[in-house]
Structures are given as C-alpha cells and as structure tokens.
C-alpha cells in the first residue's frame, strides 16, 4: 500500500489531443505515471489522483498555448500551482538521463524532476483575463492570415512567370488592389492587348479602382511585350484567376480582424497611453498587451527587454570578459513589434530619429541602429505604464521628495 506523501511534482508533457503525466516523490522516485486525454472529465480525474497522493501537489508544463488551456484553466479553478518550464529546458535535461529513447512519458518526467530541482527558476503560470485571452486569438488568428496571403501572392506571382514575365515584374501585388482585381478577369497577354488600356481602365473605374489609368497603361505595356503564348497558359491562367479571388476576400477578412482588433483593444483603459508613443499603433499595441498581459510577470524595465530579446547576454570565459551576444531564448513576437513600432518611429521627425541618427553617427549599422532604439523605447514604454501618463517629446521633471 503506497505512502502519502507531503508534496509530490507532477510533469506534464502537453499535447492537442492528449498529455501525459508523471508525478515524482522529493527523492525523485515516480508516484504515478498515465495518459490523460485533453478532456475535462479525465484532467479532474487526474488532478483528484494526484491530490490523494500528497498533502501538496506542485504541477508543470511545457506548453502554456492553446495546446493546455482547458489543463491550466481546470488547474487554476482548483487553486494549483503551475509552473511553465521551456521545451528547450526539457531537450537539453533530457541527455543527462539514461537512455536515448523519446517518449511523452520520459519527457512529463524531465519535467517533474526539473520543476523540483529548480523551485524558483520556472515562471508560474495563471489564467489570463478575457481580454488578454480575447487579443491572444485575434493577434494569432491575424498573424494567420497574414501568412496565407504571403502563400497566395507567392503562388500567383510563380504562376505568373509562367504565363508573361513582364506581367509579373510591372506591379507589386502585395501592396496594389488594383492589379489583383484586373488578374481576377484578364490574366494573359492576348487578353489584355485585345481589350486595350482605354477599355481596361474603363472596367477597373466600374470597380472603384484607384489609378485605373496607370495600372491599364502599365498592364497592356507589359502584354505588348511578349507576342508568344507559353505551354500551360490557359491552365494558369485559370488559377491566376482563381488565387485573384482569393486574395481580395482574404484581404476583406484581414479588415474585419484588425477592425475588431481595434475595437477590443480601446476598451482597455491602457490603450491612449501605449498610442501615444510614435510608432506603436491598435496593431502592435494589441500585440503588445497579448504577450505582457499586465506586467505582473516583469519586475523591471530590462526583464521586459530580456524577454524581447534586446537585452544582451554575457559570455565570459577565463580572460574574455565583455563579450556579450544576442540571447537565443527570448519571444520572437515580442521582439518583433518593438523592432516595427522602433522602424515606423523613425521614419518621422522626433525623439526616436533623433536617438537613431545618433546610433548611426556611432558607426552602428542600420539594424543595430534600431535595435538600440527598440531597447531604449522598452524603457520609454515601461515608465509610461508604471506611472499612467501619455507619452511627450521632453522627460518628465523628477520632483523632490
């Protein structure tokens, strides 16, 4: 008849459609170790066994995505203790263990015994509010869409080259409605010199194109071009056709997102204070608030720019000392929106140009340039939150105590 323990550690290799779970004793000894499927009556089930095996109980994950919601949402309704440890941790502990093999229950393992080796080094985990929750979906649902219409103008421009090279080369289809609404009726040379820039550009006004003129002169000056018709031209024409249609409603669900992106965003009452600082728009600031949550999570300033990747890391050895590199663990989203918001900053007289021009007079590279801005606008932003003010071009005067 097994003991019950004072506190065991219970591991959790998460997953979408099942976890697996393993609880080790304070000498590193398993408890228990099972498959949980990701459903509510088997995750209670397994939160019970584990609360009948010791008087505390102190859970881990390697996952704190989507993946383990209704895991961490069950866990926090029962007031456990949850602690996210990286799956890069877990591959990297998992050779000081005995044996080559990889299984979710080796792996839930490596888990437990981190989490109970290391108490203090793993961030706890919580449930976030609903409108932290709210912005996760839309920012990764747009981050989605972006990458779809990416794989759409790719596609089209490859099909392109197949059908006239001039064509594909006269616009940028990434930026330009207009040419992408012209493919969606008239994709081929032949088509395009029949029907003349004075009739195209007549068809693309019906369709509230802007510049109509200027995308039918361009277009029929490229079909003018090349007089021969390329094996598979009906075939692509066709799917140019096809992907054209596609893109114009992926970009009408694009404008949906951001729209109620937008409106989810302003309801937070920290919303005018992260627009107020250049560069950072609804867009990045719902990026923003979807990743920091509250700030709870920072304790300054530089664990902000630590996460985002814009703090340097030290790497000494005996007499190197001073040599400091990129950090390899850090949220690459994170880092991603202070590194746009930094660039949309700069391209406007400012605080922020100012700061750049400097950089750049210091030799510094274009890039190294902005990631320096970036790092001092974490700082910028950070105050600006702790202390509830807009941002101004001038600090703020301290005042005596």
């Known amino acids: 008849m097994s003991t019950r323990q004072a506190r065991i550690w219970v591991g959790i290799d998460a997953g979408k459609g099942h976890h697996w779970a393993v609880a080790v004793d304070p000498d590193g000894e398993a408890v228990f170790s099972t498959k949980v499927i990701n459903d509510e009556t088997q995750i209670l089930t397994l939160i019970n066994t584990a609360r009948e095996k010791a008087d505390e109980v ?97 596609r089209l421009r490859d099909l392109l080259v197949g059908i006239c090279p001039a064509l594909e ?25 029949r029907i003349g820039a004075k009739r195209l550009t007549t068809w ?27 094996p598979g031209e009906k075939r692509a024409a066709k799917l140019v056709c096809d992907l054209a249609h596609q893109l114009l409603a992926l970009d009408e669900r694009i404008k949906a997102n951001d729209r109620e992106i937008r409106e989810t965003f302003r309801t937070d009452e920290r919303a005018e204070i992260i627009e107020s600082m250049p560069g950072m728009g609804p867009i990045l600031g719902a990026e923003f608030v979807a990743i920091v949550g509250d700030l709870s999570g920072y304790k300054d300033a530089g664990r902000l720019a630590s996460h985002a990747g814009l703090a340097p890391v030290a790497r000494d050895s005996g007499r190197r000392t001073g040599n400091y590199h990129r950090p390899k663990r850090y949220n690459r989203r994170l880092r991603w929106l202070f590194y746009m918001s930094a660039q949309a900053s700069m391209m406007r007289p400012g605080v922020s ?15 190294q340039a902005l990631l320096s801005l970036a790092r001092r606008r974490v700082d910028v932003l950070w105050a600006m939150l702790r202390d509830g003010r807009l941002f101004t071009s001038t600090p703020p005067v301290a005042q005596a105590a």
Do not use: C
């Open 58 to 154: 102190r859970w881990a994950v390697d996952i704190s995505g989507r993946a383990s919601t209704l895991l961490l949402a069950l866990l926090a309704a029962h007031d456990q203790h949850v602690v996210y440890v990286p799956g890069r941790t877990v591959n990297r502990m998992s050779g000081a263990y005995r044996g080559e093999g990889k299984t979710d229950a080796r792996d839930a393992r490596v888990i437990a015994d981190q989490a109970r080796m290391r108490p203090k080094d793993f961030v706890p985990l919580d449930t976030p509010p609903e409108f932290v929750s709210t912005l996760r979906v839309l920012t990764n649902y747009r981050a989605d869409l972006i990458a779809d219409r990416v794989r759409l103008i790719n």
């Open 169 to 193: 080369r006269a616009f940028d289809y990434s930026a330009a409605k207009g040419p992408v609404v012209m493919l969606t009726e008239y994709q081929t040379p032949a088509a395009l010199r």
């Open 204 to 230: 693309l006004e019906r369709r509230k194109v802007r510049g109509a003129d200027t995308v039918a002169a361009k277009a029929v000056e490229a079909a003018q071009s090349q007089q021969t018709a390329l």
């Open 353 to 367: 140009r100012d700061y750049y021009l400097k950089k750049r007079a210091e030799g510094l590279l274009h890039t």
